[in-house]
């Protein structure tokens, strides 16, 4: 802690409407299965939750499926604002539909996709009430308050370098109340890169994570269940981080943080050990020009692994960090090869054998790589998806309430677009 204040304070009657069209919810199940990684959450670092258990998400309603198969979904590609830098998944109007949000940093917008439940999207475009101009970086969909409605937090920072930090509280009529975050008005230079929305310290409050790549750093926000984040804690990183993640890398219920280094070729690895307070912090060399990472128990045993997508010339991998539980690694001998400039990852268990799997934007090559665990931490070679032109981020969430995981994929083409890939593996 550096003395910082944080602030939450309500701002009266500046709700967010948004035009028109089925503004009942029906106040269902509140919750997406998915608070956690990938960033997030969001996007980009909004994504998987982080399950030792190794199901994933995926259901428990039959056995292993034999064929791997995604369909785009009708409607796909939608249109989302120009050059967005996030994506994130979650139940935003409480209908039991996951929904998504998207960080337009060209258009300084936000872009709503209400699910309709079957792959397709209600859009609504807002720019937050009373912000002043800013730059969007990130935005992530948590639950802040006590209510059953998803809360969208966004990092927005303007040319002056004071970071403006707000959450809007989420309602069934899909209005928002902004909430404003001033904890991250400091003494660095700011760039907020990516937000990661979760419950880190298993109070059942939403949490959040700043990745700050101009000033090689991240923020914890630890969030008091009623909008604000009174416990701020700041952690240096190695240079140029660019994307946070949370899970469990050992046995207790609080979540530790992955951080990716894209200039030192490094991950930091934040292990809590007390509620709300990190450890000592490990840094761990990684592949060159490290891009996302995601923790998950990939080979089964019990401890939390760390796959980091990787984009270097000629070697554009996906490497697998055998977890010791203790916050120390065993390195791979090579990375597993799937497309140009991975950008962004995800995972979740596909094929609902029980193992996570991995999913990989690439920005370059203008398609998604799927990788099947196979057991023990090994893979399947990668399976090429066309997701869009210039992938560069990726959920994966259960969309049409079948119990198996689906790909939506943020690209940076022109317009920009989200295709959704619904998950048909039989
Ligand atoms: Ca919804
Ligand atoms: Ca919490
Ligand atoms: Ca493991
Ligand atoms: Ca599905």
Not at 119 to 138: H, I, K, Q, W
Not at 363 to 374: G, K, P, R, V, Y
Request: glycine share 14%.
């Amino acid at each position: 802690m550096r003395g910082l204040a944080v602030c939450a304070c309500a701002l009266s009657g500046c709700s967010l409407i948004f035009d028109g069209k089925d503004l009942h919810g029906t106040g269902g199940s509140p919750d997406l299965s998915v608070p956690g990684d990938d960033g997030g959450g969001g996007g980009d670092m909004t994504g998987q939750q982080n399950d030792l258990s190794g199901d994933g998400g995926g259901g428990d309603m039959g056995g292993p499926l034999t064929t791997v198969e995604f369909t785009k979904a009708a409607g796909s590609p939608i249109q989302i604002g120009l050059g967005p830098s996030t994506i994130a998944a979650g139940d935003l109007d409480g209908d039991g539909k996951i929904d998504l949000i998207t960080a337009d940093q060209t258009d300084n917008n936000l872009t709503y996709l209400y699910g309709n439940g079957n792959g397709t999207f209600t859009v609504a475009f807002d720019r937050p009430s009373g912000l002043p101009a800013c730059t969007m970086y990130a935005a992530a969909i948590g639950h802040f308050n006590s209510d059953s409605f998803g809360d969208v937090a966004f990092v927005c920072t303007d040319n002056a370098m004071i970071n403006v930090g707000e959450v809007l509280l989420g309602s069934s009529t899909r209005s928002y109340t902004p909430m404003v975050i001033t904890a991250l008005a400091v003494s660095q230079t700011l760039a907020p890169h990516r937000l990661w929305a979760g419950d880190l310290n298993d109070d059942l409050k939403d949490d959040l994570l700043v990745v700050n790549e101009a000033g090689n750093s991240v923020w914890a926000l630890f969030g008091n269940g009623t909008g604000g984040f009174p416990t701020v804690r700041m952690q240096n990183t190695g240079t140029t981080p660019v994307w946070a993640t949370a899970g469990r890398l050992n046995a207790d219920p609080l979540l530790d943080v992955v951080v990716v280094n894209e200039a030192s070729a490094t991950f930091n690895v934040l292990m809590q050990t007390v509620s709300t307070t990190f450890g000592t912090v490990g840094t761990i060399p990684g592949p060159s020009n490290p891009e996302a990472a995601v923790i998950a128990d990939f080979n089964a045993d019990g401890k939390g692994d760390v796959a980091v997508s990787s984009s270097s010339v000629g070697a554009t991998t996906v490497s697998i960090y055998t977890g010791k539980g203790d916050g120390t690694f065993i390195a791979p001998t090579s990375g597993i090869p799937v497309a140009a400039y991975p950008y962004a990852l995800a995972s979740a268990d596909f094929n609902r054998d029980g193992r996570p799997d991995l999913v990989t934007a690439n920005n370059a090559d203008d398609n998604c790589s799927l990788l099947i665990n196979t057991g023990g931490g090994s893979f399947a070679a990668a399976v090429q998806l066309p997701c869009g032109v210039a992938a560069a981020g990726v959920v994966a969430v259960d969309l049409n309430k079948d119990g198996l995981p689906d790909l939506a994929v943020m690209d940076r083409s022109m317009p920009a677009g989200v295709t959704i890939l619904l998950n048909t593996s039989h």
